[in-house]
Nanobody, 127 residues
Framework: QVQLVESGGDLVEPGGSLRLSCAVS????????IGWFRQAPGKAREGVSC????????VVEDSVKGRFSISRDNAKSTVYLYMTTLQPEDTAVYYC????????????????????WGQGTQVTVSS
């Protein structure tokens, strides 16, 4: 059974940092792209970042570029989203998701590509 479990969400002040974790079970990070998405109240889901299978290529969307980064630890079957200089507009539920990639070394944050989704973790940025 495939499971993706997010953790690390919290209430943080503007300018603060968080590290989100996505613990993956039931599938191999060697064959699956992992992405992070977020959804703020009343807004559409937005892709944030992803990491590919073999060479660890990453994509970071322009809205968070320079502030967010992604990495993975295959030994722990965990993907991390590092978030710095957080702003109130970063407030959202953050989800990780996965799909099996037939093309090595590439990824994208198109939600329809993703097969498996976690339940989400809340990030609130407020003073």
């Amino acid at each position: 059974q495939v499971q993706l479990v997010e953790s690390g969400g919290d209430l943080v002040e503007p300018g603060g940092s968080l590290r989100l974790s996505c613990a993956v079970s039931g599938l191999s990070l060697d064959h699956h792209v992992i992405g992070w998405f977020r959804q703020a109240p009343g807004k559409a889901r937005e892709g944030v970042s992803c990491i590919s299978t073999t060479n660890g290529n990453t994509v970071v969307e322009d809205s968070v570029k320079g502030r967010f980064s992604i990495s993975r630890d295959n030994a722990k079957s965990t993907v991390y989203l590092y978030m710095t200089t957080l702003q109130p507009e970063d407030t959202a539920v953050y989800y990780c998701a996965a799909f099996r990639s037939l093309v090595q070394g590439v990824c994208g944050v198109i939600g329809d590509w993703y097969t498996y989704w976690g339940q989400g973790t809340q990030v609130t940025v407020s003073s």
